[in-house]
């Protein structure tokens, strides 16, 4: 069988690059033993799925031997109704290992960097990006996922005008990545007297945070500035010059971050999103190629373009990408993300498959 084949050949990979990283000069080259470690990971699920597979296959083998030879009524009844539940799983796993051999986008498995941008509609829009940023922290809480703010600058009415926050979990990225996109909200603001609905709307990106060995930054490109930190209304909100600013003097790219009290921290932080900034230009190429591959891209699509409408009147939330309207708008913004995710994710993997029989 073809993918009998397929499989054992990713075994016999998988158990090549367990020799390679227990040999001991394998970390002499930390960055190929990132990899190796990164890759061994990736084919782990995949090992897993072809043993239990295999074995299946036995299985159904030697249930149809009994069936061949077994006189005794009862325990061929047995035998039938094992095949049976052998026959089912062996279908539903050939599915999700054809799912398995698709080539994953290599980041899905990396932290995240999330940006939560007010857009249209003032106060409001800052107010909702607030909401925005409060349903993914309780989302990431539940994942046991760390949120680390990098830099914020808030509204006059309350939420933020920006929000910069790093997403540290296993696959944070693989997951948060269908959140990018335009978030539009229609409800009565509280700034509103008359109890008119109005429409705001806030941007989200969402980005595979970059290490240090996917970005090899210079000191001689970077100009860092130090200033104090700042909080609503521009108040200095303390006297010492921790808050940090990088300039990449070859692209132009601005970073601040006055999270912590510590320069030193905050240096750390800022050259994390600045190296993930700039990883993002090489991303957006792949994202191009890749969305030039596939009819409707799910995942990512058009960073610009409306993905999801937080109807407060009528308690709904609808997902335009796949036509998905839920009506648990308040668990939903209380971090109940997880069932749109998943819808989301399903169809992806669709849209994966077929564009794999396709080619």
Not at 15 to 44: C, G, H, T
Not at 137 to 155: A, H, S
Not at 332 to 358: F, H, P, T, W, Y
Request: include cysteine; aromatic fraction near 6%; charge should be negative.
């Amino acid at each position: 069988m073809e993918i009998l084949d397929k499989l054992e050949a990713i075994k016999n990979s998988w158990e090549e690059i367990a020799e390679q990283m227990s040999d001991p000069d394998a970390m002499k080259d930390m960055k190929n033993f990132v990899k190796l470690n990164k890759d061994y990971k990736d084919l782990e699920p995949v090992v897993k799925a072809y043993k239990e597979y295999k074995n299946l296959l036995e299985n159904i083998e030697s249930t149809k031997e009994i069936l061949k030879t077994e006189k005794d009524p009862e325990f061929r009844e047995m035998a039938r109704e094992e095949l049976d539940t052998l026959q089912e799983r062996e279908e539903s796993l050939g599915e999700e290992i054809r799912l398995l051999l698709i080539p994953k986008d290599p980041q899905d498995s990396k932290n995240a960097v999330m940006e939560i941008r007010a857009g249209t509609g003032g106060d409001e829009a800052s107010i909702f990006a607030g909401d925005l940023y409060r349903m993914y922290q309780k989302y990431c809480e539940t994942k046991g996922w760390k949120i680390d703010v990098v830099d914020l600058n808030e509204g006059t009415a309350g939420g933020f005008k920006e929000i910069v926050f790093n997403v540290n979990g296993d696959g944070a990225y693989g997951i948060l990545k269908f959140e990018s996109g335009v978030h539009r909200v229609q409800r009565v603001p509280k700034t509103e007297t008359q109890g008119r609905i109005h429409t705001s709307a806030a941007t989200v990106v969402v980005l595979p945070e970059a290490d240090e060995f996917d970005i090899e930054l210079h000191d001689k490109d970077i100009r860092k500035d130090t200033f104090c930190s700042s909080g609503p209304g521009g108040q200095s909100v303390n006297t010492t010059y921790s808050a940090i600013r990088l300039t990449h003097i070859p692209t132009g790219i601005v970073v601040t971050c006055q999270d912590e009290k510590s320069q030193i921290k905050n240096l750390a932080k800022a050259m994390k999103v600045l190296r993930t900034r700039l990883y993002e230009r090489e991303y957006d190429k792949y994202l191009e190629e890749m969305s030039s591959k596939r009819k409707t891209m799910i995942s990512t699509g058009d960073r610009s373009a409306k993905i999801r409408t937080y109807n407060w009147p009528q308690g709904r939330v609808t997902d335009h990408r796949i036509n998905l309207t839920l009506y648990n708008l308040q668990s939903i913004i209380d971090g109940d993300i997880q069932e749109i995710i998943d819808k989301l994710q399903m169809a992806e993997n669709a849209e994966r498959l077929k564009a794999d029989m396709e080619n």
